[in-house]
Structures are given as structure tokens and as C-alpha cells.
């Protein structure tokens, strides 16, 4: 089992450029999300996809699209990129979203480092 | 809102024991979850609590105290290797994110 997957592994755009970040992974689970890690901040979820057809907003939405193709795959899209995106990208998945007991692991994927000019 | 609240920076002598402390204001908690982190890498689960008490996995333990909004991570018998990023995490019902992170401890081991 390859777990998550993520394309590309790095990444410079410049101002305005648009782009896709591609995840998938082949575990089965039913939850993805995509955070971005800036130094010292910590990791902040930007959406996530509690199952197949459904996304809800984390909690920095602005300036990304996300679709959730299919059960295994999840992309996040930069429409019009600016410098403040600059950041490395986390997809993640794991089997529920919510709940008490579960513990609801999540695995990443190795990551995105994007830089914007 | 929510919020967590962790050491920026801890050192530890190899060998030692060492606590990485997490208090947390939040509405709605699960349960409270550690990652570790390697300079650049992805984060790793650790652990999991949900309920008030110690977990043992390991040289890695885990505490929850509900009542007190607070939890550590332990790690005992330190390595070199256990030089990383750790992140407390609290699984949430309210807002809109499902898991909010700490900004993080980063810990160094020294010889």
C-alpha cells in the first residue's frame, strides 16, 4: 500500500498562476483534508471531505478550490496565485471525521513545498 | 473559538525523560492527539486520548486531564532520533475544522 500520495512534490509559480495539488490515497477511508504548515503556525486545515460528493471549509478556505473526485482521490486548486500561498501543503485521510472514541488517526502525505514569486 | 497552547522549544539530554505539556480552550472535545513531526516530513500519529488517564505506547505515554483542559506527551528514555516537531491536536464537534492543531514543540535531544 502506497497510503497517501501526493503530486507534485515541489512547485514555483508565479504571481497569478493557477495549479492543482493532487492527492490520493488507497486505504479506503472515507475523510481527506488539505492543510497548509507555515513556520511556527502549525498545521491549518484549508478543507476537508468528510465523504465521496460532500467538502466543508477549514479554517483558511480563502484562495483554494477543492474537489473530491472520488472516493480516493481529493484536489486542492489555486486559482490565481499570490506570494502569501507560499507554504507547504498537507493532504491527509483517515476513516471518520468525527466521533468520540474513534480515535481518528490521519495519515499524510509526504507534501507540497510551493513557492510563489 | 479554539486554541491550544504548547512550548515552542524543549531540549533533553539522551537518555532522559522529558514532558511536552498542551492546555487547550475549546467547545465540543473528542479527544486530545499527538503527532510527531521530522524536519521535513509529514506528521506521524502518536496518540490518542480520549478519556481521562495515562496511555502507554511504548517509551511514549500520553496523558489526558478533561477537567483541567490539559495533557502531555511523555517520552522516556530519549534518543537521538526522537529530535522532531510534536503537535497536540484536539478532535473537535464544534466549528468547522474536525481537528485543530498546536503550533507545535520542537524538541532536541542532546548527547
Known amino acids: 500500500n502506497a497510503g497517501v500520495t501526493q503530486t507534485p512534490k515541489f512547485q514555483v509559480l508565479k504571481t497569478g498562476q493557477s495549479m492543482t495539488l493532487q492527492c490520493a490515497q488507497d486505504?479506503?477511508?472515507?475523510?481527506m483534508y488539505w492543510y497548509r504548515q507555515d513556520p511556527g503556525m502549525g498545521l491549518r486545515l484549508i478543507y476537508y471531505?468528510?465523504?465521496?460528493?460532500?467538502?466543508d471549509k477549514g479554517e483558511v478556505p480563502n484562495g483554494y478550490n477543492v474537489s473530491r473526485l472520488n472516493k480516493r482521490e481529493f484536489s486542492l486548486r489555486l486559482e490565481s496565485a499570490a506570494p502569501s500561498q507560499t507554504s507547504v501543503y498537507f493532504c491527509?485521510?483517515?476513516?471518520?471525521?468525527?466521533?468520540?472514541?474513534?480515535?481518528?488517526?490521519?495519515?499524510f502525505g509526504p507534501g507540497t513545498r510551493l513557492t510563489v514569486l | 473559538g479554539q486554541s491550544l497552547e504548547q512550548p515552542s522549544e524543549v531540549t533533553a539530554v539522551e537518555g532522559a525523560i522529558v514532558q511536552i505539556n498542551c492546555t487547550y480552550q475549546?467547545?465540543?472535545?473528542?479527544?486530545l492527539s499527538w503527532y510527531q513531526q521530522h524536519d521535513g516530513g509529514a506528521p506521524t500519529f502518536l496518540s490518542y486520548?480520549?478519556?481521562?488517564g495515562l496511555e502507554e505506547t511504548g517509551r511514549f505515554s500520553s496523558f489526558l486531564s478533561r477537567s483541567d483542559s490539559y495533557g502531555y506527551l511523555l517520552l522516556q528514555e530519549l534518543q537521538m532520533k526522537d529530535s522532531a516537531s510534536y503537535f497536540c491536536?484536539?478532535?473537535?464537534?464544534?466549528?468547522?475544522?474536525?481537528?485543530?492543531f498546536g503550533k507545535g514543540t520542537r524538541l532536541s535531544v542532546i548527547a
Open positions: 491527509a485521510s483517515s476513516e471518520d471525521g468525527r466521533g468520540g472514541l474513534l480515535r481518528n488517526e490521519q495519515f
Open positions: 486505504m479506503n477511508h472515507n475523510s
Open positions: 471531505s468528510a465523504s465521496e460528493g460532500t467538502t
Open positions: 475549546t467547545s465540543g472535545f473528542y479527544g
Open positions: 486520548n480520549a478519556l481521562d
Open positions: 491536536a484536539v478532535k473537535t464537534l464544534s466549528g468547522n475544522t474536525p481537528l485543530v
